[in-house]
């Protein structure tokens, strides 16, 4: 089965569409380069061929944060390039998968517990 993923974000901080193909039960392909412009000037880009799982989330929370696909999953795609590519340390990691969580219109709350559930993950493991 091809599953395919395509969503088109504000195009001041996501020129491209992120577009995606499901691997298995889990994990998910750029079919296309997915860009994601910070508002400093700084560009980054997942490369076509990046896999990722959008959003790592425990089962009892889908039903409030919501689907790996959702509006906060163009922001994990980019937290999960940059936690790969280890350009910057983690909490500057965190800081822009915030930043793109709030580029892509979610909600306040939302990205809030988002972002503490990946620095918190980071302290307790690091």
Not at 27 to 32: G, R, V
Not at 101 to 119: F, G, H, I
Request: hydrophobic share 40%; charged share 25%; net charge negative.
């Amino acid at each position: 089965m091809d599953i395919k993923y395509c969503l088109q974000l504000n195009k001041d901080h996501f020129p491209l569409p992120l577009d995606t193909r499901w691997l298995d039960g889990r994990m998910w392909e750029l079919l296309a380069p997915f860009q994601y412009n910070r508002d400093n000037g700084e560009v980054i880009i997942a490369p076509t061929g990046f896999k990722t799982d959008y959003a790592s989330k425990p089962a009892f929370c889908l039903s409030w944060i919501g689907s790996p696909t959702d509006e906060a999953g163009a922001a994990a795609v980019i937290h999960d390039f940059l936690c790969e590519k280890a350009t910057w340390g983690r909490a500057k990691t965190d800081r822009i998968f915030y930043e793109a969580m709030r580029d892509s219109d979610v909600s306040y709350l939302k990205r809030t517990v988002m972002y503490w559930a990946v620095r918190l993950h980071d302290i307790i493991l690091n």
